[in-house]
């Protein structure tokens, strides 16, 4: 009887994926990296792979691509470059004809070395280092903002606020150092709105680093004191920075204020670990509902809220639409040859949850060689406990503030 039910299962399922024109032996495979464990930022590699899954299930429910369904298969990356590079390798012996997603711009660097060598279209979906696309590899796009197009506008920021003495803890990182080496050459030597000089000073730690007491009350010292602490860290770090710094009493005060930069801040985590400490605290997003909330957000912010219970960042936005945008490239070139897919890349114009995604040709500044140029700059501020992003106060673009 069991064997009579078994049959006529996959009769079915041949049945109806013959309606679809498909043979269960010719999916498309594509790939997906992400840090889904320690010591990476699980917590956006996670949401990462979920709207990466969404997207494919979508896709498929709609036909598929070239008349055949796509299979997707998620790397774990771990935050570290060494499993990045085995990473892409096991995509490319697995058959995949492109990949999308990463999180941390060390492990992106790894990667495209990969795609460069075995002609794999990699679409970069949330690791900001200019160096990623600055190489012009021609297998390699971006969605995410590369930190010189994203942090000069934060340093837009800090100039109108009239901020005057800027203090740093940099993560050791390609993303960081990048972030760090950005707000140097916008900050040092310039005046702030209200023509006043303004100093810039960071001090580089390791992402292993749990105890930032020590660079905190050297902060803390200065003379005069910091009116804002940028947290260049991302994950636990981050998080640390924040309690460590409030406990002692330098940030968030009246005279300082404490700007954690990374992704992490915007996820329940933060609250978790930093609790009341992170009332007050600024940050940053690549999106917010007073930008516009255009029916392809509210749509996808529905599903993703009904099948995770949380509100999605810019990352997961980022990760559903490189997916999308892949396999647009795909039905444009009407092949899964990978030079035929970078041309299509190269015209591709997708209305995807964040805008029209397309990508530059330009090859100067360097780093905006297949970069998306439309990604936003907005820095926000909590004001409660547990408080979403997108609850947050708008602080920047100041033209928008409610």
């Known amino acids: 009887m069991r064997a009579v039910k078994l049959l006529v299962i996959l009769t079915v399922v041949a049945f109806v994926g013959g309606l679809l024109g498909w043979t269960q032996e010719e999916p498309i495979i594509i790939g997906g990296v992400a840090p889904l464990s320690a010591p990476g930022a699980a917590e956006s590699g996670t949401e990462m792979k979920i709207a990466m899954e969404m997207a494919v299930e979508e896709i498929n429910a709609a036909g598929g691509v070239l008349g055949k369904p796509l299979k997707l298969i998620v790397e774990d990356t771990r935050g570290l470059p060494e499993e990045g590079t085995a990473a892409m390798n096991r ?18 660097k790894a ?24 190489k012009q590899y021609p297998y390699v796009f971006r969605i995410a903002p590369a930190n010189s197009l994203f942090y000069t506008k934060v340093a837009d920021w800090i100039k109108a606020i009239g901020s ?45 680093v749990t105890d930032f007491t020590p660079q905190l009350l050297r902060f803390k010292a200065m003379d005069p004191r910091p009116d804002l602490v940028m947290d260049i860290f991302t994950g636990t770090g981050e998080y640390l920075i924040v309690k460590q710094a409030a406990e002692i009493g330098l940030a968030t005060t009246r005279e300082t204020a404490i700007f954690p930069v990374g992704t992490s801040a915007l996820y329940p985590e933060f609250w978790e670990t930093v609790g009341e400490y992170g009332v007050f605290a600024i940050t940053k997003t690549g999106y917010h509902p007073l930008l516009g909330v255009t029916p392809a957000i509210k749509e996808f912010t529905a599903k993703f809220e009904a099948r995770t219970g949380k509100e999605p ?12 945008v892949l396999v647009k490239a795909i039905e444009m070139a009407g092949s899964t040859d990978p030079d035929a897919i970078v041309a299509a890349l190269e015209e591709i114009k997708y209305d995807g949850v964040l805008g029209t995604i397309y990508f530059s040709t330009e090859r100067e500044p360097d780093y905006m060689f297949h970069q998306w140029p439309g990604a936003k700059a907005v820095v926000i501020q909590y004001t409660e406990v547990n408080q979403k992003p997108s609850e947050a106060l708008l602080l920047w673009p100041a033209i928008l503030r409610p």
């Open 164 to 208: 005057r003495n800027v203090v740093a803890i940099v993560e050791n990182t390609d993303w960081g150092l990048g972030v760090d080496a950005v707000l140097r050459a916008e900050l040092i030597g310039k005046t702030n709105i209200h023509g006043e000089p303004i100093s810039y000073t960071s001090i580089v730690a390791e992402r292993t």
């Open 313 to 324: 960042t810019f990352a997961a936005m980022e990760a559903y639409d490189s997916v999308y």
């Open 91 to 108: 995509l490319a012996d697995a058959g995949a004809v492109g990949v999308v997603g990463e999180f941390h711009s060390a492990v992106a």
């Open 111 to 134: 990667e495209i070395e990969v795609a460069n060598q075995r002609k794999l279209p990699f679409i970069i979906s949330e690791a900001w280092a200019d160096v990623l696309t600055a």
